[in-house]
């Protein structure tokens, strides 16, 4: 059976100013775009566990800083160890390209002229007024985002953000992640054992 990649990003109940570990910050939503069916989807917490079964079939999960943040959050979720799910990271793929980490919003604005609809701290106050309906949709629109990056680079071969002496390039390979089917075992990592 052929793997698809998909593109993921969460949001918490809290932030690191509350806790350092990610385990704590506890999730809102969760959104995808699966390649498989080229379709969105976005889970609540007490949908999380529906997600998993989506992760252990996928080829890559894709994020911006997804394993530092959102797999590191999701961790407290799920019963298997997340380092497992092949991913491709696109910050960590800047930061190891440049030397230091830029948000994604900055990469945005310079590659597609486009921004994000907000930022983490206001999605958290979203969920504290009960906002849930924006949540979802902030929450889809960073991973469209997302989406139309990795897209981007993989078409153009590079991407940009900005300095202070203008628009830098960034020379990208992420061709293999969209069309290689990663290696991983068939084995449900959701099981009860």
């Known amino acids: 059976m052929k793997k698809f990649p998909l593109v993921f990003d969460l949001e918490t109940k809290h932030s690191f100013r509350d806790f350092s570990d990610p385990k704590k910050l506890e999730i809102t939503v969760a959104a995808i775009f699966n390649y498989e069916n080229n379709e969105t989807k976005v889970f609540t917490e007490k949908e999380i566990n ?102 981007y680079g993989i078409k153009n071969q590079e991407i940009f953000y900005l300095n202070e002496k203008g628009k830098v390039t960034i020379k990208v390979d992420w061709k293999k992640y969209l069309e290689e089917e990663k290696k991983t075992s068939d084995t449900p990592l959701t099981l009860p054992f």
């Not at 252990?56 to 394993?67: L, P, R």
């Not at 799910?85 to 486009?114: H, M, Q, W, Y």
């Open 50 to 151: 529906k997600l998993f079964p989506i992760f252990e079939s996928a080829s890559y999960i894709i994020g911006y800083n997804v394993k530092n943040f959102d797999l590191a959050v999701l961790q407290a979720y799920y019963p298997g160890r997340v380092e497992v799910f092949p991913t491709f990271d696109i910050l960590e793929d800047i930061k190891e390209k440049i030397g230091k980490r830029i948000s994604l919003n900055e990469v945005v604005i310079a590659t597609l002229a486009k921004k994000k609809t907000g930022h983490g701290l206001q999605a958290i106050n979203l969920f504290k007024e009960g906002r849930i309906d924006e949540l979802k949709k902030y929450c889809l629109d960073d991973v469209m985002l997302t989406k139309e990056l990795f897209e």
